[in-house]
């Protein structure tokens, strides 16, 4: 069924939602206009101007229901908070991280290097031995373009510098003891204050036995180790807010009890009470079992497949969200003395603005459907255009992860906390305006050669016409291509249906997140921004309302898609 295009919006209204005396963030780094406060009247209806983004108290987005009703109050706290302490906390820590040359890592690595007066900040790489691992750090980290604020703030010294603050550790998550030698180990023990755990397998399909030991066991053996760290202040986890499963609604931040399951509140009473409580050591049995009883020619499939089905009877959209939500429920079960901070961030894009605009690594996961949506082989999509997605940029999710760190690692409690760092809560991006977005810069910006205009984006709320309509499109836009005749009729067959067949592979592994009616309650964050000095504030940006959703497609994600993705050259269409 084709989803109605005739969609609400805000914008339709009376009211312009977040369009008001926008803020303008500079495309260089640390260069801001100043906000205004202020209040106005549209149509009898109160706006309040937080932080430059206009906020109607009426009407709003049914998601935002329960929005916190101090917000406006955020920026407006006493000029004399001296904030939570990030600079004093990490004055002088060592730093022990894990996926440190993946996306949010290395930015993490970067923020903390440029920002704070960090100690030594030792990363676990894996490498057949201490040159390969010196090479990776060199290569990957100390040489990415994503350092050259560093490397332009020390000049000739950068390297020296980098070199002294970085030191590469030969292991492997995956591993006893992280693979870690023992003089390493004992030099990790002695001196680390923070673990950062942000390594995992992030594909949303691995194999169930590689998930289980990369999102689960993995972690399992980190805190362990944690608890042999004489000094250690605190063990930060980086995992996914999609670990909370299929409930719907506004989630909060809460931890994860081990055995709980992720199915909706308002599922079948008798299908709920049939189900077992999740059993860590279960899921491991059975991956294990599966391994010796497939050949090994279907392996690889078969435990794919096994993961997938688990995922779908205790109530995950797939194996990489269940390995991530029991990978917290062990956390929480083990830690014992060790102060915990989990973060679950929603889908990292981008940087917004730190060190500079547009940074990204990977072909990530929206970052598929806008290039092949600008290639014009996306015609149509899976979701309902009115509810909203939700995508965080990068910076901002270290951001938090640090100030969040400060907060907690110094007051030596023995709690876990929960920060999800999202935007679909305060700042909604409906699917509508994203795929608008995406229509105005593609049509002004053409990604291929020759130029052809790309036609607005059609919804459908399931798979079988979705198929068909991209089917007919696809095999109409490449035979109109071909206006001199020079393709055969074969070539063509040939290239639609291996168009059709991607669109179609897209579109159903993200079909959770195009029906996804809920949001991320991010209440620890504006808690964090309230306890936050302006100082504070305005070096370690963590506020997702200040987003600018159309600016940051089209002048910053996308321009920088071509950039660091596609080689910053125009591809064709062949």
């Known amino acids: 069924m084709l989803i109605s295009q005739s969609l609400f919006s805000f914008s339709q209204t009376k009211f312009t939602f977040g369009q008001c005396q926008k803020t303008i963030i500079s495309l260089f780094p640390n260069i801001h206009e100043n906000n205004s406060t202020c209040l106005r009247k549209n149509s009898d209806k109160t706006a ?19 929005l916190p009703k101090d917000l ?14 990030i600079l004093n906390f990490f004055h002088g820590k060592n730093i022990f991280i894990t996926g440190a040359t993946g996306l949010l890592g290395k930015v993490l690595v970067e923020k903390i290097l ?19 691992a010196f090479n990776r750090l060199t290569k990957e980290i100390i040489n990415s373009e994503l350092f050259k604020c560093l490397k332009e703030e020390h000049g000739k010294f950068y390297e020296d510098f980098v070199r002294e603050k970085l030191i590469p550790i030969v292991g492997d998550i995956c591993e006893p003891n992280m693979g870690m030698d023992s003089d390493a180990a004992e030099i990790i023990k002695r001196e680390i ?34 608890k042999t760290c004489k000094n250690i202040k605190l063990f930060a986890h980086i995992s996914t807010a999609y670990v909370n499963g299929r409930k719907e609604g506004i989630i909060l931040e809460k931890p994860l009890i081990m055995g709980e399951n992720g199915r909706k509140e308002d599922d079948d009473y008798e299908i709920s009470s049939s189900i077992p409580p999740l059993d860590l050591g279960d899921e491991i049995n059975m991956a294990l079992k599966s391994c010796r009883a497939s050949t090994d020619y279907d392996v690889t499939k078969y435990l794919k497949k096994l993961g997938q089905e688990r995922a779908t009877f205790f109530g995950w959209y797939n194996t990489y969200h269940l390995t991530k939500a029991l990978g917290e429920m062990i956390l929480n079960e083990i830690r014992g003395d060790i102060p915990v901070l989990i973060i679950r961030p929603s889908v990292i894009e981008s940087s917004y603005e730190e060190p500079f605009p547009g940074w990204i690594q990977g072909n990530r996961m929206f ?13 149509a999509y899976l979701a309902d255009p009115q509810l909203p997605m939700d995508i965080i940029p990068v910076d901002m999710v270290a951001n938090t992860t640090i100030a969040a760190m400060a907060k907690h690692g110094s007051t030596h409690k023995p709690q876990l906390n929960v920060y999800h760092v999202g935007s679909s809560h305060i700042n909604p991006l409906r699917y509508s305006d994203f795929f608008e977005y995406l229509y105005e810069y593609f049509n002004s910006n053409p990604l291929i050669e020759p130029a052809t205009s790309i036609a607005r984006i059609k919804y459908f709320d399931n798979l079988s016409d979705f198929s068909k309509y991209t089917r007919e499109e696809i095999y109409r836009c490449n035979k109109l ?9 074969g070539k063509i067959e040939k290239q639609c249906k291996a168009k059709v067949a991607y669109a179609e592979q897209l579109c159903k592994m993200y079909e959770f997140i195009g029906f996804f009616n809920a949001s991320f309650h991010t209440g620890n964050t504006q808690k964090l921004i309230q306890g936050m000095s302006k100082e504070e504030r305005f070096n370690f940006e963590v506020n997702a309302m200040k987003i600018d959703w159309k600016k940051y497609f089209q002048e910053i994600h ?7 993705i596609l080689g910053a050259t125009i591809r064709t269409s062949v």
Request: glycine share 8%; net charge neutral; charged share 25%.
């Open 558 to 564: 996308i321009p920088g898609l071509k950039r660091h």
């Open 481 to 489: 291509g071909d206006t001199d005749g020079k393709m055969n009729h």
């Open 72 to 85: 406006h109050s955020v920026h407006d706290s006493d000029d004399d908070n001296k904030g939570i302490g």
């Open 193 to 226: 204050n923070v673990i950062i755990q942000s390594a995992a397998t992030t594909t949303l399909n691995d194999r169930y036995d590689l998930s289980l030991d990369a999102n689960v066991c993995a972690p399992q053996r980190l805190v362990r180790f944690a």
């Open 367 to 379: 970052d598929p459907v806008i290039i092949s949506y600008g290639k014009g082989q996306l015609p």
């Open 114 to 132: 440029r920002s704070t007066s960090v100690g030594k900040v030792y990363l676990l790489i894996k490498a057949k031995d201490k040159e390969a």
């Open 48 to 66: 309040v101007l937080y932080g430059g983004y206009t906020y109607f108290t009426s009407p709003c987005h049914p998601l935002q229901l329960e």
